[in-house]
């Protein structure tokens, strides 16, 4: 939608299959949803690198056999939406860097909260940075390291770093992914034969034919080459804070994280939000895709039926994933439309994922109205979205976030409905239902309370009021 939190960014890597660049083609495409302003592949043969970069989808990227040109049994892929940079080629990933010990490649989901310091001492010492994505401090602290193991420099660097990071790291011969100590982004592996296989999500797996082996566990280097797999842990304070919109909103429905399904998850908070909110209505609908999941779960906890009351357009080109401002206004109802037969003269209930901005949700209604609807209550199966995120996804600044300005009565009067309720923090958690003894589940709720489960440095809040 175009008033949603935007996603951050997808990996994936394949280590020791025949046709590791084609598998990591269509890994990055079964992740599209998580980035759609770049792609990447970097592969190897052993010897040298191959790679190619592109602007807009994996397969605009891709176009004009482009992938033909990459060879190896190795490589990992990329699809980018912009969190720190510019959106140019320039920033695509993976990154590749030359180095004392040979070539290395990264890809990296997530966001560094102290990048800016690290960048500015580093600048002082004479580092060179050729882009302005945060994903190159990386590179140069690992460049600049005394050790002469990558796994070493790797895990020197990744002591000095802050904030989320889902890396894979590779070079002519070695494959590396590590996880933050907070493991606020999903990581998992999988095998396929005696090759080894990395994805933000497990969809990917599913696509590739690879099988699900577990999660990368957060301060975890899982080290591959050609001796086989170890894994080392870089650090040792961990407290699992993964962010709770990959249940709620990023990624696929078809995907486990820390196996749990997401489509699963996505109909308990539907049915957690009809034990805490209960409309008397006709009909309940979904915005399409991510809350189709929780109108389901709501529908079957209230008895009321589920319709298809909003139908979405498949065919919007990539323009309107970033609308400029005057396409904004009127793109919901390119991206969006209302099946007047089934609201017509009917009490709607409306599930939605999350409210960020507000404008969107009032076309939404202001839609349903114009299609006949009697009533429109909005339900959101996530808590109002009160603080910026630093750890890679896109949410605007705190001035830009409708809830932290407005009350639930003064959003449900900006967005014309009848009525607006969200689901309680504790009902997010309990219906997720991850099994962790930390005091907050296992989950990031930094943007819901405010609680961060990093430091926050001032550049950082800075660079997100900019």
């Given at each position: 939608m175009l008033d949603k939190l935007n996603e951050e960014c997808g990996v994936f890597g394949v280590y020791n299959h025949p046709h590791a660049p084609s598998l990591t083609y269509y890994g990055i495409h079964a992740l599209q949803h998580r980035g759609q302003e770049s792609a990447g592949i970097v592969a190897s043969d052993g010897e040298k690198f191959s790679h190619h970069k592109g602007m807009g989808l994996v397969t605009e990227a891709f176009a004009n056999d482009a992938l033909e040109k990459l060879h190896g049994n190795r490589s990992i892929g990329h699809v980018r939406y912009t969190t720190a940079g510019?959106?140019?080629?320039?920033?695509?990933?993976?990154?590749?860097?030359?180095?004392?010990l040979g070539t290395l490649a990264l890809a990296h989901n997530g966001n560094l909260v102290n990048a800016a310091q690290i960048k500015r001492h580093l600048e002082r010492q004479g580092s060179i940075f050729q882009t302005t994505s945060d994903t190159e401090v990386i590179a140069h602290l690992i460049a600049r390291s005394g050790y002469e193991e990558l796994e070493d420099a790797v895990k020197e660097a990744l002591s000095m770093i802050k904030g989320a990071y889902a890396l894979l790291i590779m070079t002519e011969k070695k494959m590396i992914a590590a996880l933050d100590p907070n493991g606020l982004r999903p990581l998992s592996m999988a095998k396929m034969g005696d090759g080894y296989f990395f994805s933000s999500e497990t969809c990917a797996f599913d696509v590739v034919g690879a099988e699900y082996e577990r999660e990368v566990e957060p301060g975890e280097m899982v080290i591959i080459d050609e001796n086989g797999m170890r894994s080392m842990r870089f650090s040792q304070q961990t407290q699992r804070s993964i962010c709770s919109f990959e249940y709620i909103y990023f990624a696929r429905p078809d995907s486990n994280i820390d196996g749990i399904n997401v489509h699963q998850s996505r109909k308990e908070l539907g049915k957690k939000l009809a034990r805490e909110i209960l409309i008397e209505a006709d009909v309940i609908?979904?915005?399409?895709?991510?809350?189709?999941?929780?109108?389901?779960?709501?529908?079957?906890?209230?008895?009321?039926?589920?319709?298809?009351?909003?139908?979405?357009?498949?065919?919007?080109?990539?323009?309107?994933?970033?609308?400029?401002?005057?396409?904004?206004?009127?793109?919901?109802?390119?991206?969006?439309?209302?099946?007047?037969?089934?609201?017509?003269?009917?009490?709607?209930?409306?599930?939605?994922?999350?409210?960020?901005?507000?404008?969107?949700?009032?076309?939404?209604?202001?839609?349903?109205?114009?299609?006949?609807?009697?009533?429109?209550?909005?339900?959101?199966?996530?808590?109002?979205?009160?603080?910026?995120?630093?750890?890679?996804?896109?949410?605007?600044?705190?001035?830009?976030?409708?809830?932290?300005?407005?009350?639930?009565?003064?959003?449900?009067?900006?967005?014309?409905?009848?009525?607006?309720?969200?689901?309680?923090?504790?009902?997010?958690?309990?219906?997720?239902?991850?099994?962790?003894?930390?005091?907050?589940q296992g989950h990031c709720l930094a943007c819901f309370t405010g609680k961060y489960p990093t430091e926050i440095y001032e550049d950082t809040v800075n660079c997100n009021e900019k």
């Open positions: 510019e959106s140019k080629l320039e920033n695509a990933q993976p990154l590749i860097f030359k180095y004392k609908t979904g915005v399409p895709d991510s809350s189709i999941s929780a109108a389901i779960g709501y529908a079957e906890a209230s008895g009321i039926p589920y319709e298809l009351g909003l139908i979405k357009n498949r065919y919007v080109g990539r323009t309107f994933i970033q609308p400029n401002q005057e396409l904004r206004a009127k793109g919901v109802r390119m991206k969006l439309s209302a099946v007047r037969k089934v609201v017509e003269g009917k009490r709607v209930v409306m599930i939605d994922d999350s409210i960020v901005r507000g404008t969107t949700s009032g076309r939404i209604v202001t839609m349903l109205r114009e299609a006949g609807a009697k009533e429109v209550h909005v339900l959101i199966s996530s808590p109002p979205v009160m603080n910026p995120c630093f750890y890679g996804i896109d949410t605007s600044t705190r001035e830009e976030l409708i809830a932290a300005k407005k009350s639930v009565e003064e959003m449900r009067e900006f967005i014309g409905a009848d009525s607006l309720y969200f689901l309680s923090v504790e009902g997010m958690v309990e219906a997720i239902g991850r099994e962790d003894d930390a005091p907050n």
